[in-house]
């Protein structure tokens, strides 16, 4: 079993949709990051969350600790949005448990 | 951007072969870690370092090597190259604090024929 799962595992939606991408988590956290891959490219942070709310842009990430869950919302969603979004949870002793990534294209 | 440089980038080579790909940075991170990224397995520990000389596995190690013996390089060898370690593989680093991130570098695409 992972420690990390995502859904949906591939996601398409029409320009200006509105995205979700969920994660849950099965251990013990100290944050939760969201990264994004965009195809052959490298990796890149886009939020690290202990708690609540973020916002950057058109990208907002939740995080519930108690249910041990968290989204990623992308508003009014561009084809420059397309890429693979990782939820990564980080423990003490500087471990990462990754999920599979959600790969999403937004058509135009 | 984190100072996160691999080399290679790409590089195809013959089975049985040694291949040694290089992470080098330049945030004097303390913790460097080697993953290989595979279609429907996400990422996957290799071997992580915590430390000059200080290496451990990771769930993946088999048929992987490592070695640290400056803070800014890590070394990851494929001692006899086979087809199952064709993959993408991925450097990070992180520092030691209570909500720590991890830093990519760009990737190397490896491809054993």
């Given at each position: 079993k992972n420690e990390v799962e995502q859904s949906p595992q591939n996601l398409t939606a029409q320009e200006g949709e509105f995205i979700t991408i969920n994660c849950s988590y099965s251990v013990g956290i100290s944050a939760l990051h969201w990264l994004q891959q965009h195809p052959g490219g490298g990796i890149v942070s886009l939020f690290m969350l202990s708690s609540g709310k973020k916002k950057h842009g058109r990208l907002i990430?939740?995080?519930n600790i108690q249910e041990k869950h968290s989204s990623?919302?992308?508003?009014?969603?561009?084809p420059r949005d397309s890429a693979v979004y990782i939820c990564a949870?980080?423990?003490t002793g500087n471990q990462f448990y990754f999920g599979t990534g959600t790969s999403l294209t937004v058509i135009p | 951007d984190a100072g996160i440089t691999q080399s290679p980038r790409h590089k195809v080579t013959e089975t049985g072969t040694p291949v040694t790909l290089r992470c080098h940075q330049t945030e004097n991170h303390r913790y460097m870690y080697w993953y290989r990224q595979d279609p429907g397995h996400g990422l996957r520990l290799i071997h992580y370092s915590y430390g000059v000389k200080d290496t451990d596995k990771g769930e993946v190690s088999d048929g992987y090597s490592v070695s640290r013996s400056k803070t800014e390089d890590f070394l990851l060898t494929l001692e006899s190259a086979t087809s199952s370690q064709t993959s993408v593989y991925f450097?990070?680093?992180s520092e030691l604090r209570?909500?720590?991130?991890?830093?990519?570098g760009q990737g190397t695409r490896l491809t054993v024929v």
């Open positions: 990430a939740t995080i990623l919302h992308i508003t009014a969603s561009h949870v980080s423990r | 450097c990070a680093i209570r909500y720590t991130e991890a830093f990519f």
